[in-house]
């Protein structure tokens, strides 16, 4: 395994997640009343049979009724005689209208009558009147939950943008280390902000719309929200996966609510972060079911050519993939100013670890400078992380201070993944694996053009067993046909190790020869590193959009030079090859030194390895950190 550097894990800011509902609860608490209620009130009647006021009538001329009560002048209950068929079972009716001759009629037949009057029981009052009660409440509660920034349930449509006061962790542009040229671009921005007259005087056109453009981790939240504290503006941070729900119409409606807010509350800056969630090409994927996301996408389009900088409203938005966007969303008026948020190099790196590491304890042995040179390839995020990291194995070891072992294992930890030590490996799975890996590690120190090896080790680190880790004594974004060569010989290291010495190879090769295979290709097809093909690009690899890599890649030659670019790759693959088997058979007992070691002490540095092979130490160390 070589070194796997895409472990990072850039850590990414969520907005405010809904506290526990409470309106489930209080909705749930009142449908419960209601029912109780409900069969409260049917038991309370007294179970009487209605009849009609005629039937009344005809019971008293049969003689058949015993007795009345006259309720409230307007019920009767009736109480019909012992012998008549209906006997037993309670009646009431309703007088329709003022009956004079009721009484004289119930007196000729010798009925009782009574009369009574119903009171108004309290308990009956606020049973009738409690659901409405409730009912009430509920409806000021969600109004007033709406108005506040409390849970936005039952509120769809919201834009649920988080509103960063000034007055909450305000971030300004010294808190963002390096980024120089983007912070140039960014102070325009601020200065209008801050004063928008002064430019509207001069009729200059401000940009509405800038998009910071980078690399997961590379600060470009924070970027935003530095320029927001600078000008001293409200800040309203909304992601664009939070646009796409489930629920159509949704995200268009959020769009619009978003703008709203930003214009009431001018001046601001109004932030949508991963804006190639909802600004993807329109009209491409996998088709159906986008309906919802280019809503949302027409509804932005539409909010920002509604919209004037002069109102003081300015649109960041960031990306790490500017090439998938809509270009509608590119065009003037729009997002038509870009912003690069690079990744740190060596010196930026420092000056991130300085700020970070200047909320932490540190032991007097820690050299910033070191860790920053041991790190090439991390992004802001990743280094925030490795502090963080670190001040946790300070903390576990109980530690007063953190020390420079803490940010060694910290770094280990990120790049490889978290290490495996409990993993039970069988001896013979153990012994393989480092023969593998003392094959890639021998490579590196009789490769002209190889980075020197930093480490190498059978700790297993996330899914690999595994790996060899070469240091670049400095940044490179440009690598030579050497370096590449001799990588793809590195490569083919631990697949040579296992075949010399067990006379066959594992599946554990894979990644290695798949890797080699890649590099081989690019060479043969993007830089013109194969004499026979010269200096052409074949085959526009044009960043997928929705399908993988492998069938958006286009093959715009021809069927002979397909064979052609086969037969360059191949050879460059077999060349390294042979290379890498000559040098482990000429360096054979060094590969099985190197390999028993492996097994006995597990993680080897250059300086150890250089010692078990018999090489001189290096005069400049190119493993920047302490072994362990
Ligand atoms: P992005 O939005 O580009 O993915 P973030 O802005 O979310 O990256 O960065 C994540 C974290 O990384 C930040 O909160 C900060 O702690 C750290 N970070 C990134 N870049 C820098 C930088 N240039 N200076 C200081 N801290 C940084
Ligand atoms: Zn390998
Ligand atoms: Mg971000």
């Known amino acids: 395994m070589l070194n796997n550097q895409n472990d990072k894990l850039p850590p990414r800011p969520g907005l405010a997640g809904g506290r526990p509902n409470r309106f489930a609860l209080v909705f ?69 209208y003022q009956d004079p001759g009721l009484i004289t009629m119930l007196r000729e037949n010798n009925v009782n009558v009574s009369g009574a009057v119903t009171g108004v029981s309290p308990l009956r009052v606020i049973l009738e009147f409690l659901p409405w009660i409730i009912f009430l409440t509920l409806i000021w509660l969600m109004f007033r939950n709406m108005q506040g920034s409390g849970v936005k349930a039952l509120q769809f449509g919201k834009s649920r943008a988080k509103r960063y006061h000034d007055e909450d962790k305000k971030v300004v542009f010294n808190d963002v280390a390096g980024q120089r040229d983007a912070k140039y ?44 504290g600078e000008a001293g503006v409200a800040f309203f941070h909304m992601s664009g996966s939070d646009f796409v729900e489930m629920f159509v119409g949704v995200g268009a409606s959020r769009v619009r ?16 972060d991963e804006l190639d969630a909802v600004g993807r090409v329109r009209g491409a994927g996998y088709g159906g079911g986008h309906d919802e996301r280019e809503q949302t996408l027409n509804q932005l389009l539409v909010e920002m050519d509604g919209f004037d900088s002069k109102d003081g409203v ?98 280990d930890k990120i790049l490889m993944g978290v290490a495996r030590t409990t993993l039970v490996i069988s001896d ?40 060899a880790m070469s240091l670049p004594e400095e940044d490179s974004y440009s690598r030579t046909r050497g370096w590449m060569e001799d990588r793809i010989v590195i490569c083919y290291g631990g697949w040579t190790a296992e075949l010399l010495c067990y006379g066959e190879t594992t599946t554990g090769t894979k990644q290695d020869i798949q890797q080699a295979t890649e590099m081989a290709r690019h060479m043969v097809c993007e830089w013109g590193m194969a004499e026979e093909l010269g200096p052409v690009a074949y ?14 890649r286009h093959k715009d030659y021809s069927e002979e030079t397909a064979r052609l670019i086969d037969k360059a790759v191949k050879e460059i693959l077999d060349n390294a090859r042979k290379e890498a088997r000559t040098i482990l058979e000429t360096h054979r007992p060094e590969l099985e030194k190197l390999a028993e070691a492996l097994i006995n002490r597990e993680t080897l540095v250059d300086d150890e390895v250089r010692a078990i092979i018999g090489l001189p130490a290096r005069e400049v160390s190119a493993a920047p950190l302490p072994g362990r």
């Open 539 to 552: 085959g526009q690899e044009d960043e997928p959009i929705f399908l993988g890599k492998e069938i958006a």
């Open 28 to 96: 749930f608490l009142v449908m419960a009343v209601l029912f109780a209620m409900y069969f409260f009130r049917g038991s309370g009647r007294t179970e009487a049979r209605e009849i009609r006021y005629s039937d009344f009538l005809r019971y008293i001329e049969q003689n058949q009724v015993e007795s009345v009560t006259i309720r409230d002048n307007n019920t009767v209950d009736i109480f019909l005689r012992g012998n008549s068929g209906a006997a037993g079972v309670p009646m009431r009716t309703l007088i329709p």
């Open 314 to 411: 300015i649109i960041l938005a960031a990306t790490n993939r500017p090439d998938v966007l809509d270009p509608a969303l590119l065009r003037p008026g729009r997002f038509d100013r870009q912003v690069v948020v690079a990744m740190p190099d060596i010196k930026e790196r420092e000056s991130i670890l300085k700020i970070h590491a200047a909320k932490i304890p540190l032991d007097r042995d820690v050299e910033l400078s070191r860790i920053a040179r041991a790190t090439p390839g991390m992004s802001g995020a990743d280094i925030a992380n490795l502090v963080n990291e670190a001040a946790l194995f300070a903390a576990r070891r109980d530690k007063a201070k953190v020390e420079m072992t803490d940010f060694e294992e910290a770094r």
């Open 257 to 272: 609510d978003l703008f709203e807010q930003g214009r009431r509350n001018a001046p601001c800056i109004i932030f949508i």
């Open 428 to 467: 013979k799975e153990r012994r393989m694996t480092a023969v593998h890996e003392a094959g890639h590690a021998l490579l590196h120190y009789f490769l002209k053009n190889a980075d020197p090896l930093h480490k190498v080790t059978v700790v297993p680190h996330g899914r690999a067993l595994g790996m």
């Open 185 to 228: 671009e960014l102070e325009e921005v601020v200065a209008f902000l801050k004063n928008p007259q002064k430019f509207t005087k001069m009729g200059a056109r401000i940009p509405k719309g800038v998009l910071l453009v980078g690399m997961p981790g590379t600060g470009k939240t924070l970027m935003a929200r530095a320029v927001a």
